[in-house]
């Protein structure tokens, strides 16, 4: 009996690991060398991005880079934002296959890792203040294509987590009040 009560509370440990948080992982990867209180515009880039995930990806990206006291211009702006999408084949019988063109006649199951390298820039100098990525592995069965509205929920939290580091605008606008009183 304590056997069978020690396999079955594994077997649920690991369903349980499965199906928690979100389906994109994240992962900074340069933080904070710049002077964040002068920031308050910024532009965005896409590079090697599909055309259907270009305007989602960027109105999330937006979205949560907003949430931290910036706005998006066209004109001056204080900040380059790069969203760079890569695709890695996971399988090396697979690299002639371009999984984001529909080929109807595909009759093997996909399996690649699509990532968006995401890289800020101060306009004027280019340089790099900070970067990350978010990216998720895909397993693609044939006649399967993207959903949208269950991604772009997914495209938020990874945004909002790996976006965590930078800080919000509001915290420079509002200097602490032990700051005040050394001035």
């Known amino acids: 009996m304590p056997k069978v009560f020690i396999a079955l509370a594994i077997a649920l440990l690991l369903t349980a690991c499965t199906q928690s948080g979100s389906q994109i992982g994240t992962a900074p990867r340069l933080c904070c060398p710049g002077d964040y209180a002068r920031y308050h515009t910024y532009r965005v880039e896409t590079e090697n991005m599909p055309g259907f995930l270009q305007r989602y990806v960027v109105d999330t990206f937006d979205t949560v880079f907003m949430q931290k006291g910036l706005r998006r211009d066209a004109g001056g702006q204080d ?5 760079r999408y890569n695709h890695i084949n996971l399988n090396p019988e697979q ?3 371009d999984p984001l063109v529909r080929i109807e006649a595909l009759t093997v199951e996909l399996n690649y890792v699509a990532e968006i390298e995401i890289e800020i820039s101060e306009a004027q100098t280019r340089k790099v203040v900070w970067a990350g990525t978010i990216s998720r592995i895909h397993r693609v069965s044939p006649g399967e294509y993207m959903h949208e509205e269950r991604a772009r929920p997914e495209f938020l939290q990874a945004f909002t987590t790996v976006l965590e580091s930078w800080p919000s605008h ?4 509002y200097p602490r009040m032990t700051d005040r009183m050394q001035a």
Do not use: A, G, K, R
């Open 79 to 83: 900040l380059h934002v790069l969203l």
């Open 95 to 97: 690299q002639s296959i």
């Open 170 to 173: 509001c915290v420079w606008v």
